[in-house]
């Protein structure tokens, strides 16, 4: 069934139309879809923004970035995920995974039921 989109949610171009971004009540802004998506599909590709250790350590950790980075697996940096990267899941038990890639400094989401 289609999802009811609402006023205040963010909706994506044609690649990505069945993703609508909304405000979960308490839990804070999300990713919702209003389609069916199957276990294992690819979701989102979201490149990075890396801090070096220091300049996290005296910025970023003292900022509501904080709570949306991620431990980047190389030189001990951290990693913003922009565009939708950062306001996936925060579940206990997430329905969406997540993949560094490195090489192309982006992160690669897929749907897991």
């Avoid at 038990?93 to 982006?106: I, L, M, R, Y």
């Amino acid at each position: 069934t289609q999802e009811e989109k609402l006023a205040g949610d963010l909706i994506f171009p044609k690649e990505q139309e069945h993703l609508i971004v909304r405000n979960i009540g308490d839990k804070g802004r999300g990713v919702i879809t209003c389609k069916f998506i199957s276990s294992g599909a690819l979701v989102n590709i979201s490149p990075v923004l890396l801090f070096g250790k220091e300049e996290y350590e005296q910025h970023g950790k003292h900022t509501i970035v904080d709570h949306y980075t991620f431990k980047w697996p190389k030189g001990g940096m951290m990693a913003l995920a922009l565009g939708l990267g950062s306001i996936f899941n925060h579940a206990k038990h997430p329905n969406v995974g997540f993949k560094f890639d490195t090489e192309a400094q982006s992160i690669r989401y897929a749907f897991y039921s």
